[in-house]
């Protein structure tokens, strides 16, 4: 997974724990990073996990007596 700024501009890059990085896989990347409404999926699958974790600690802080109610809101 590469990583852009607001700008567009190369921030860094999260590759798998292997040795060998395949350019098969690198290829694929690019693909969809090229393929707007590809990238566009990814970044909305992104943003739905992130609010789903986020709910999921909140609810959490919730059973043990915390006011996160208008957080969840």
Do not use: C, W
Request: proline share 3%; aromatic share 20%.
């Amino acid at each position: 997974m590469h990583f852009y700024n607001y700008y567009g501009y190369y921030s860094g890059s999260f590759y798998p724990r292997e040795k060998l990085l395949s350019g098969f896989l690198l290829v694929n990347q690019v693909k969809y990073y090229i393929d707007f409404s590809k990238r566009i999926e990814i970044a909305k699958e992104i943003v739905k996990t992130v609010v789903s974790n986020i709910l999921s600690n909140l609810n959490h802080y919730k059973k043990n007596g915390k006011d996160v109610d208008p957080f969840i809101t």
